[in-house]
C-alpha cells in the first residue's frame, strides 16, 4: 500500500519558468510533509517542509502548499535553474507515533538551459 | 558541522554471503535510521535508534538483517545471508530527535550477484 504517490516520474522544465512537482497521500494521519532533494551518488537533503497547520510555506525560490481536504501537496520553484535539476521526493510523518516518514517515489526534474 | 558517513559507498557480493554496513551520525544526533532504497522507488525505513534503543523495526527482515548502535553514537547494519533483491542503496539518516529534519549521508550501494 502506497501511502505516499508522485504520479509523475519525471518532469522537463525550461530555464527560468516554474517547476510544479505533485504529492498525494491516503493516510489523514500524516500531520507534517517535507520536500527532499536528491542527486546521483549522494544522499538526499532537506528542502522544504509543511506542518499540517498552514496551507502554504515559503523559503526563497521554493514554495510548498498543501490541500488537506485533496491529500495533495506541491512544491513549486520559481524561476527553475539548471542545477535544481534532480531527484525530488515527498515524504509525510505524523506526530503521533515514531514520526517515521513515508517516502514517495520521486520525481525527476531536469531544468534545459 | 561534518555530515552523516558511511561506509562503504559501494559493495558487490554473492548471494548467500554477508555484508556489513557503517554509519557515522552528525555529533549529538540522538536518533539514527536505516534506509534501503530499491532502484526507482523511494526510501523504505528499516530501523530507527533513539540513543541506542529501537524505535521501530517494523520492516526490518529481521531473519537476515541486524542492525545495532552500541552506545548510541555509531551503527552497523548488516545482512546475513544475502539475496538478490536485497541490492539496492543503503542509506542512513540522523537528526537531533524523532520530530527534527533528516541529514543523510551518501549511501553504501549494494549488488548482489
Known amino acids: 500500500d502506497q501511502q505516499v504517490k508522485q504520479n509523475s516520474p519525471s518532469l522537463s522544465v525550461q530555464e527560468g519558468r516554474i517547476s510544479i512537482l505533485n504529492c498525494d497521500y491516503t493516510?489523514?494521519?500524516?500531520?507534517?510533509f517535507l520536500w527532499y532533494k536528491k542527486y546521483p551518488a549522494e544522499g538526499p537533503t532537506f528542502l522544504i517542509s509543511?506542518?499540517?497547520?498552514?496551507d502554504k510555506n515559503e523559503d526563497g525560490r521554493f514554495t510548498v502548499f498543501l490541500n488537506k481536504s485533496a491529500k495533495h501537496l506541491s512544491l513549486h520553484i520559481v524561476p527553475s535553474q539548471p542545477g535544481d535539476s534532480a531527484v525530488y521526493f515527498c515524504?509525510?510523518?505524523?506526530?503521533?507515533?515514531?514520526?517515521?516518514?513515508?517516502f514517495g517515489t520521486g520525481t525527476r526534474l531536469k531544468v534545459l538551459a | 558541522e561534518a555530515g552523516v558517513a558511511q561506509s562503504p559507498r559501494y559493495k558487490i557480493i554473492e548471494k548467500r554471503q554477508s555484508v556489513a554496513f557503517w554509519c557515522n551520525p552528525i555529533?549529538?544526533?540522538?536518533?539514527l535510521y536505516w534506509y534501503q532504497q530499491i532502484l526507482g522507488q523511494g526510501p523504505k525505513l528499516l530501523i530507527q535508534?533513539?540513543?541506542?534503543?529501537?524505535?521501530?523495526d517494523s520492516q526490518l527482515p529481521k531473519d537476515r538483517f541486524s542492525a545495532e548502535r552500541l552506545k548510541g553514537v555509531d551503527s552497523t547494519l548488516k545482512i546475513q545471508p544475502a539475496k538478490l533483491e536485497d541490492s539496492a542503496v543503503y542509506l542512513c539518516?540522523?537528526?537531533?530527535?524523532?520530530?527534527?529534519?533528516?541529514?543523510f549521508g551518501p549511501g553504501t550501494r549494494l549488488t548482489v550477484t
Open positions: 509543511i506542518s499540517s497547520i498552514k
Open positions: 493516510n489523514s494521519m500524516f500531520d507534517y
Open positions: 535508534f533513539q540513543n541506542n534503543g529501537v524505535v521501530d
Open positions: 515524504a509525510a510523518s505524523a506526530a503521533s507515533g515514531t514520526y517515521k516518514y513515508i
Open positions: 555529533s549529538g544526533h540522538a536518533t
Open positions: 539518516a540522523s537528526s537531533q530527535g524523532l520530530s527534527y529534519e533528516q541529514y
